[in-house]
């Protein structure tokens, strides 16, 4: 396998042995993912609620929300068609461990929740692009592949709310705070085969991740608000 992608602004990219594990349980990996996108409608309508005197939290995170829960719904067909159930699975720690990193107080808590919020994307990104370039299951490969794009908008869009309020100089630095948090929910032992999630632990630690690499048909996150198409 070529080596693990890399995204702007995660600490460290996956590693081989993470894909090689999603790769041997799809339908675990198909599951976990229908979760995830459930639960990202959920963080986006969460802040909406949070903070119901920000305007512009509604106009852009509505439309991500639907988003979100459009790609529940378009995974949930898949699992349908193949006649898998969708069942709960245990979590991994990575969402216990970046919310644990949250600070509490405002307006440090708006700031965190956002770069929060796109650290995931990214590493949702990151790893749908893995498996859309790398999974023997043509069907599935065509799925990640075509909702690996909104991850990387969604990224951005946190981005640009963090920036707007806090600043480039501030949120880049926090940024790189809890992106470092990310790589260590990600770090350890290789999990179980049956413990293998699309946020289950499996970074290349000794990579520091500072270049985007845009895969094969997707758009690649270039910037704050700025976004290139697909280069091969």
């Known amino acids: 396998m070529s080596a693990p992608a890399r995204v702007k602004w995660l600490a460290a990219p996956s590693s081989v042995a993470w894909l090689e594990q999603a790769i041997a349980q799809p339908d675990l990996v198909l599951i976990d993912h229908a979760h995830c996108e459930r639960k990202a409608a959920g963080v986006a309508l969460q802040l909406m609620f949070r903070y119901p005197s920000d305007g512009q939290l509604g106009e852009v995170l509505s439309p991500l929300a639907r988003e979100e829960l459009e790609h529940f719904e378009q ?43 796109g650290l995931i994307e990214a590493r949702s990104h990151e790893r749908m692009a893995l498996l859309a370039a790398h999974s023997p299951d043509g069907e599935l490969r065509a ?23 806090y600043g480039r100089e501030a949120t ?17 032992p290789r999990a179980d085969a049956a413990q293998v999630r699309m946020h289950s632990v499996g970074v290349e630690l000794g990579i520091f991740n500072r270049t ?10 270039a910037g704050p608000g700025k976004f290139r198409a697909g280069e091969n």
């Not at 940024?175 to 470092?180: F, G, K, R, T």
């Open 75 to 117: 995974v949930l067909q898949l699992l349908q068609r193949r006649g898998i159930a969708l069942r709960p699975l245990p979590a991994p720690g990575y969402g216990a461990a970046l919310a644990a990193a949250v600070r509490k107080g405002e307006p440090e808590r708006m700031l965190d929740s956002f770069l929060v919020a």
């Open 143 to 165: 799925l990640y592949g075509e909702l690996l794009v909104s991850e990387a908008r969604h990224f951005g869009l946190y981005w640009l709310l963090a920036e707007g309020r």
């Open 172 to 188: 880049a630095i926090r940024l790189e705070q809890l992106a470092a948090v990310e790589k260590e929910a990600l770090a350890g």
């Open 212 to 221: 985007m690499e845009a895969q094969p048909n997707s758009t690649a996150w």
